[in-house]
DNA sequence: AGAAAAAATGCAACTGATTGCATAAAAATA
DNA sequence: TATTTTTATGCAATCAGTTGCATTTTTTCT
């Protein structure tokens, strides 16, 4: 069966007999064509079930109405929040979304902004994967000063805006809350401290404590890669520790889970044998036993916040080169899995 | 600052005193176009930073070489093993991946129906939202003949070709495998019954159920929404029903965990009071305790399995008019959550 | 060398919508 | 009624590639 051929500004014009101009006035309610003209036009549009073509339009409007998004997974929580916030934002003003994951990598990273870079999206929100180093393969973007806005996994020292939490504050909380629990032995499993979330997350760590006069034990430090495996690895290189560390602060939730569970499967009791801290507030927190003391990560408030500062960039509102840093609340929820002197 | 002008091919094409038809075809490695002419003239596309127009090219080819994705949902496991299969096939087609979620909503699923559409993408792999009811928002695919491809959750009468498990099988595997385990009273949660997958499992559990002759009892048929809340509203209802059933089927691994959390905080020893068994294979399976057991959904497979039978529709070796019922090879997991009779 | 076949390149129409500028029509003013 | 102003519409170029067909160039064969 034949596919029916496109209906185009053109057949509209011809039935009405105008112009296509008008035709395309029209169909964007631009109050230049007379109400009448553009009720009949947009009526006929609809009867004979034209829909525009993007790509025409595209091609003359050199605008593509559409932003890139470039997230390291998609299967988190954060991650999707994030999407939702987002979404929220430029479904409003008028904008789609082309989605790029790069699973961690930043061979498929570099491909994905290349490929968005062709696509000549708009603009582009990006968090950056693991072992991303620098934002060389981002040039393309600053060359043509299409606007890039990064959240989460950012490069720090970059001049660029960028949309993050105080991971820093954070790390010396969660510490912070281990120490007031009588904990003085805290490990603290991390990842690449080239990335910023981790390097700040340590510094917190350390900061928190200088404060209460702990010293800081380069041994209890395991960068690892968040995995389910680094969970599991984790857990083993703590049962070896002598003395056994008391607490462990374990920078993502689900490494977290497993780690506790490897643990519990050792005989350590949690949060009595050590207390533990993740990091997110995935949903795990909620289902693994004990729940899980964790760093709220407010993803939605995030995506929404990045999104709403692209959109002022590309309305012009706002200049794309100054440098801007946002950085959005995050919280420590405390239960049970870090609370050694009773319940709250 | 102001943006340079793009390269087209007409600067190609000037530079090197040849014709745009030339570097066309040459840019598209078209051998009819001499071999030294063709690498002259990518070089200078090199150099100059030519990046080729979608726009004019999908204008004028009619195009997209995209394909759209319609899912429920991002943050499962399932649903991203299952584009992770898509990428792995389209991506050595050649075909970029529009992937639109609906969040489970029916009204959302059609504006992303209407919105890929627009987009014109080549075709359209498909899941269904939880309350989506018929297929009449795809009718405008139908129409003009754009192949679409449903996975997961299907309409299973509608004549379209679609890629699913035997969830009759699934639902019997896991039925059978609770009854050995010496269970009586089988608690069953799902979702609603006009979706599919949820119907065919249910009858699964049937049939497993008449085989050892245990009487059907309808009120230990749960019909919820496999959320948090679904869970913890199923533990509750359970632990209420007289006398308290022995086992729970439980058709979500989110769900099954929330709710086994919910019976031990009662007191309810599992496995020994009540056996419990999931569904999907998620990750939080193996970190909640007891460990739990569930049906393996292979969603790579499945991914891939669509986005070849797609590629194929798209290069016209296959009729899409012609039904096709592909079934992924799906398998009951043990684990502790279910073994009363001790360890396997 | 000349004719035929094969290979390489070019011409120009085509894809569908947008928009600056010109013009026509209608309304307001003198 | 003639003239100016306002409002509405149309002309035609433009965006950047693609491709059927014609033409030119090169190679092969007799």
Same mark, same amino acid.
């Not at 995030?302 to 012009?316: D, F, Q, S, V």
């Given at each position: 069966?034949?596919?029916?051929?496109?209906?185009?500004?053109?057949?509209?014009?011809?039935?009405?007999?105008?112009?296509?101009?008008?035709?395309?006035?029209?169909?964007?309610?631009?109050?230049?064509?007379?109400?009448?003209?553009?009720?009949?036009?947009?009526?006929?549009?609809?009867?004979?079930?034209?829909?525009?073509?993007?790509?025409?339009?595209?091609?003359?409007?050199?605008?593509? !109405? @559409?932003?890139? &998004? =470039?997230?390291?997974?998609?299967?988190?929580?954060?991650? /999707?929040?994030? $999407?939702?916030?987002?979404?929220?934002?430029?479904?409003?003003?008028?904008?789609?979304?082309?989605?790029?994951?790069?699973?961690?990598?930043?061979?498929?990273?570099?491909?994905?902004?290349?490929?968005?870079?062709?696509?000549?999206?708009?603009?582009?929100?990006?968090?950056?994967?693991?072992?991303?180093?620098?934002?060389?393969?981002?040039?393309?973007?600053?060359?043509?000063?299409?606007?890039?806005?990064?959240?989460?996994?950012?490069?720090?020292?970059?001049? !660029? @805006?960028?949309? &993050? =939490?105080?991971?820093?504050?954070?790390?010396?909380?969660? /510490?912070?809350? $281990?120490?007031?629990?009588?904990?003085?032995?805290?490990?603290?499993?991390?990842?690449?401290?080239?990335?910023?979330?981790?390097?700040?997350?340590?510094?917190?760590?350390?900061?928190?404590?200088?404060?209460?006069?702990?010293?800081?034990?380069?041994?209890?430090?395991?960068?690892?890669?968040?995995?389910?495996?680094?969970?599991?690895?984790?857990?083993?290189?703590?049962?070896?520790?002598?003395?056994?560390?008391?607490?462990?602060?374990?920078?993502?939730?689900?490494?977290?889970?497993?780690?506790?569970?490897?643990?519990?499967?050792?005989?350590?009791?949690?949060?009595?044998?050590?207390?533990?801290?993740?990091?997110?507030?995935?949903?795990?927190?909620?289902?693994?036993?004990?729940?899980?003391?964790?760093?709220?990560?407010?993803?939605?408030?995030?995506?929404?916040?990045?999104?709403?500062?692209?959109?002022?960039?590309?309305?012009?509102?706002?200049?794309?080169?100054?440098?801007?840093?946002?950085?959005?609340?995050?919280?420590?929820?405390?239960?049970?899995?870090?609370?050694?002197?009773?319940?709250?």
């Amino acid at each position: 069966m034949k596919t029916k051929k496109e209906v185009t500004i053109y057949d509209i014009a011809q039935q009405l007999d105008i112009s296509t101009a008008t035709v395309s006035r029209a169909l964007q309610n631009n109050p230049v064509i007379n109400k009448n003209t553009r009720r009949k036009i947009q009526e006929a549009a609809r009867e004979l079930g034209y829909r525009q073509n993007t790509f025409a339009s595209n091609l003359r409007k050199q605008k593509t !109405n @559409t932003i890139g &998004i =470039i997230v390291h997974e998609l299967n988190s929580n954060f991650i /999707t929040s994030v $999407l939702a916030g987002i979404e929220k934002v430029t479904a409003d003003a008028g904008y789609d979304l082309l989605i790029a994951h790069s699973s961690e990598s930043f061979k498929k990273e570099t491909a994905n902004v290349l490929n968005l870079f062709h696509k000549r999206v708009d603009g582009l929100i990006a968090s950056l994967a693991f072992d991303t180093r620098g934002l060389d393969h981002f040039q393309s973007f600053f060359d043509k000063n299409i606007p890039v806005i990064f959240f989460d996994r950012v490069e720090e020292k970059a001049d !660029n @805006t960028k949309v &993050i =939490i105080d991971n820093f504050k954070a790390g010396y909380q969660a /510490t912070k809350h $281990l120490i007031e629990q009588g904990c003085k032995r805290i490990v603290i499993v991390t990842a690449s401290l080239s990335r910023n979330v981790y390097a700040e997350r340590l510094r917190g760590y350390k900061e928190a404590l200088r404060e209460r006069q702990i010293k800081f034990d380069e041994n209890l430090v395991l960068i690892k890669d968040l995995s389910e495996k680094c969970g599991r690895e984790a857990a083993l290189q703590i049962l070896q520790m002598k003395p056994r560390p008391d607490a462990a602060f374990i920078t993502n939730d689900f490494s977290a889970a497993v780690c506790m569970q490897t643990l519990k499967e050792k005989g350590i009791r949690i949060p009595q044998d050590i207390a533990i801290v993740g990091f997110n507030n995935d949903a795990i927190c909620k289902i693994i036993e004990p729940q899980l003391t964790t760093i709220n990560y407010p993803g939605m408030d995030i995506g929404e916040m990045a999104a709403r500062n692209l959109i002022a960039h590309l309305k012009g509102d706002t200049d794309i080169r100054q440098t801007n840093t946002i950085i959005a609340k995050s919280e420590l929820i405390i239960r049970q899995s870090s609370l050694k002197k009773g319940k709250k």
